[in-house]
């Protein structure tokens, strides 16, 4: 049993893409950026995991120094600036917030939802300072709960710079060429990278590129202890 005042969090194996485990890769998304920012806040962190999945080739590292965007009432922000903010964390605009990873903008009202986060919170603005931050249902978009603070952390480990686009779907295109994929398979992959939410496509794509490093080289916290468990017990 882990005690309370030490935070314990569960790293699952990346499915591949097109596999039948992939179908929970919401679920392990979640799992796995919850791991990332317990290791980014440097405080007594238990995880839970296997050998495979810390050896695990990804992207983690290249995130892992991506800072969390914190926010709290009263906060002054240029609204354009933090919609760009929001944005450069992999998060998707969308009319109304039905899953994690998205956000939705009405007036001066952002609703936003990190894969970190109890529940979606609505920010309110007045001109360029935070009037409120509340929690919402997903269910009836009603606010419940009104809070301080909150982090609103990369919604991927895939997070890349945006410009860079046109090099990863290069990077993507080759490595898939090089595993003899048919010609037809890869244009239908290429195009979804075409889509606004590519960055979500990519990663979804991500245990199939040439990533830079596994997990468990990327890992140097000191308090940090790795328990590994039998995925098939």
């Known amino acids: 049993v882990v005690p309370e005042h030490i935070k314990s969090s569960h790293l699952p194996?990346?499915?591949?893409?097109?596999?039948?485990?992939?179908?929970?890769?919401?679920?392990?998304?979640?799992?796995r950026l919850l791991v990332l920012e317990n290791l980014k806040a440097g405080?007594?962190?238990?995880?839970?995991?296997t050998l495979t999945a810390l050896c695990q080739k990804t992207l983690f590292?290249?995130?892992?120094?991506?800072?969390?965007?914190?926010?709290?009432?009263n906060q002054r922000i240029e609204f354009e600036k933090f919609i760009e903010e929001i944005q450069k964390l992999g998060y998707l605009p969308t009319f109304q917030i039905n899953d994690v990873g998205q956000y939705a903008v009405r007036g001066s009202i952002v609703d936003i939802y990190s894969h970190t986060m109890?529940?979606?919170?609505?920010?309110?603005?007045?001109?360029?300072?935070?009037?409120?931050?509340?929690?919402?249902?997903?269910?009836?978009?009603?606010?419940?709960?009104?809070?301080?603070?909150?982090?609103?952390?990369?919604?991927?480990?895939a997070l890349v710079d945006i410009d860079k686009k046109l090099e990863w779907k290069?990077?993507?295109?080759?490595?898939?060429?090089?595993?003899?994929?048919?010609?037809?398979?890869?244009?239908?992959?290429?195009?979804?990278?075409?889509?606004?939410d590519w960055l979500a496509k990519l990663d979804v794509l991500k245990p199939l590129i040439k990533p830079l490093e596994s997990l468990a080289s990327a890992c140097t916290a000191e308090d940090t202890l790795f328990i590994f468990v039998d995925p098939f017990s």
């Open 13 to 31: 194996y990346y499915s591949f893409w097109g596999t039948e485990q992939h179908k929970n890769h919401e679920k392990e998304k979640k799992s």
């Open 43 to 49: 405080a007594p962190h238990v995880v839970f995991s």
């Open 61 to 73: 590292a290249q995130t892992g120094n991506i800072d969390s965007l914190k926010v709290f009432c």
């Open 118 to 157: 109890k529940a979606p919170i609505r920010i309110e603005f007045f001109a360029d300072e935070i009037e409120s931050i509340r929690r919402f249902s997903i269910d009836s978009h009603l606010s419940y709960e009104t809070i301080k603070e909150e982090y609103i952390g990369p919604c991927s480990e």
């Open 170 to 196: 290069q990077i993507i295109y080759e490595y898939l060429l090089e595993r003899k994929i048919e010609q037809q398979e890869i244009a239908s992959i290429i195009d979804e990278l075409d889509e606004r």
